[in-house]
Each structure stands twice: as C-alpha cells, then as structure tokens.
C-alpha cells in the first residue's frame, strides 16, 4: 500500500514564524501536491511537483513555497505565518500515467 | 475551467437505507474521476478510482458510476451503516494535466 507521511498532525505557530511542513510518500511516486482545506471553501491547489526540482503553482500559491530535492519529499514552506494561513494542509502523491491519488492524514496548522 | 459540484451538501439516512450520491462535471475531458471519504479532522481516503474509459467501479458495497457525455458520476452506498458517517468527496482530473480538481462534499450521517 502507497503511504503518504505528514510530519506532524498539529502546528501551533506564532505571526511571522517561518513553518515547514514535511511531507513523505515511499512509492516512488513522480507527482506530489499540497492543499489547503477550509470549511465552505474545499480543497484548493497551493502547488505541485512532477519531478526532483521541479515545481508549479496550483490556483493559491501565495505567501508558500516548497521544496522537492528528493523524489519522496516535498516539504510546503510558510516564509512568514499569518493569521489567514490557519487551515488544514494534506499532502498527496501519484504515479505517472496513473492519476489515483493517494493522501497523508492532514496537519492542522494554527498560526497566533 | 472545470467546476465540480455535488449535491446534496448534506445527507442524513436511517440505517439500512440504500443511497446515491452525485457528482457533475462541466468538461467531460478528464482522465479519471477519484472518490474519497473523510471523516473529521483526517485526511482523504479513496474509495473508487474510475478512469475515463470505465463506466463503473465497485468495492464491496460502493459502485461508482461515470457517464462522461452527461458530465455525471454518481455514488451508490447498499445497506448504509453508522460508520459511513463521514463526507464524501469526488475529483476529476483534467485532460493533460495531473492535477485534480475536488468538488466541495456531501456531508453523509447514518443514524442508527
């Protein structure tokens, strides 16, 4: 079975913190994502990697960058917390020419 | 752009019933539609991965459909259970690229 690891399954940061949020998938797996969840909202893209540095913006990349320098890790990085990134934050991986995804358990990141 | 939309937003049954739920899409070119349950707090987990040339898929006691002419996929659940209390969310992914593109949910109780 695919596994989809997220670090941690609560963050509490303070406004201007710069946060990481790791995320680790063990199937060799080209294509890794990261959402935000907010309720009435849905899921939204904030940014995706296809391969080993690389990446592309999804629909809200604002205020986030990420980082891929190995195929099974790609970390979601918040430069400067702000109230308005509380949210929960899931991580996904898929296979080439197989577009099944599979998703961690979600961290819920609180920013004070 | 692809909209995804399901209804109803929420759902409440007694047990034993037999349900649907739906799902419609506005561009019929996709490469697969995912289903994925969530309950509280947690990550997604997939139900029924159906690619664009399948017109169903089953799991025990989940079929999901997908008419891709019509833009539908509907959800089947037979003989509903307290534990398929949870929302249930589809996705599409859009011809020519890999990222998915999630409809806002149906919030299911069963009560027992």
């Known amino acids: 079975d695919v596994k989809v690891t997220q670090s941690s399954r609560y963050l509490v940061k303070r406004t201007g913190e710069k946060v990481f949020l790791e995320c680790v998938q063990d199937m060799d797996h080209e294509n890794m994502f990261w959402y935000r969840q907010d309720p009435g909202l849905g899921l939204r893209l904030i940014y995706f990697s296809y391969d080993v540095k690389m990446k592309e913006k999804g629909d809200i990349p604002e205020g986030y960058s990420v980082s891929r320098e190995k195929k099974e890790r790609f970390s979601l990085i918040l430069e400067s917390a702000s109230t308005n990134q509380t949210s929960m934050y899931l991580c996904a991986s898929s296979g080439q020419g197989e577009y099944g995804y599979t998703f961690g358990s979600g961290t819920r990141l609180t920013v004070v | 752009k692809q909209e995804v939309t399901q209804i109803p937003a929420a759902l409440s049954v007694p047990e034993g019933e037999n349900l649907v739920l739906n799902c419609s899409f506005t561009?019929?070119?996709?490469?697969?539609l995912q289903w994925f349950r969530q309950d509280p707090g947690k990550g997604l987990t997939s139900l029924l991965l159906?690619?664009?040339?399948?017109r169903e898929q089953t799991s025990g006691r989940l079929n999901a459909s997908l008419d891709k002419s019509s833009g539908r996929s509907t959800l089947y659940i037979a003989a509903s259970q307290p534990g398929d209390s949870a929302t249930y969310l589809c996705?599409?992914?859009?011809?020519?690229?890999?990222?998915?593109?999630f409809g806002t949910g149906t919030r299911l109780k069963v009560l027992a």
């Open positions: 996705a599409v992914v859009v011809t020519g690229t890999y990222k998915y593109i």
């Open positions: 159906i690619q664009s040339s399948q």
């Open positions: 561009d019929s070119a996709i490469y697969n």
